[in-house]
């Protein structure tokens, strides 16, 4: 059974960062491509970044030049680097393991002065 964690949210001022992680669990991480996907209040759930088995990183117009994915297989953990934070960032952060759809349970990402 996959188990995907995220963690790294908080509570941010325009213009900072932050570094979200998700460690998975299981046996097929280095298998799998992995995403960020993000569910703003009263939104439908976005997709942020992907990163594939080979690090090919492709992003979302809104993040792209702020945001970077990034892997680490052997730490079976997948990272999102979020610099020069907006309000519009807000949001909860999810994790997304594409071999075998799992979610992890996300992680709330608030931008706020």
């Known amino acids: 059974q996959v188990q995907l964690v995220e963690s790294g949210g908080g509570l941010v001022q325009p213009g900072t960062s932050l570094r979200l992680s998700c460690a998975a669990s299981?046996?097929?991480?280095?298998?799998?491509?992995m995403g960020w996907y993000r569910q703003a209040p009263g939104k439908e759930r976005e997709w942020v970044a992907t990163?594939?088995?080979?690090?090919?990183?492709t992003y979302a117009e809104s993040v792209k030049g702020r945001f970077t994915i990034s892997r680490d297989n052997a730490k079976m953990t997948v990272y999102l680097q979020m610099n020069s934070l907006k309000p519009e960032d807000t949001a909860v952060y999810y994790c997304?393991?594409?071999?075998?759809?799992?979610w992890g349970q996300g992680t709330q990402v608030t931008v706020s002065s």
């Open positions: 299981g046996n097929i991480f280095r298998l799998s491509f």
């Open positions: 990163i594939t088995t080979t690090g090919t990183t």
């Open positions: 997304h393991q594409n071999y075998g759809a799992y």
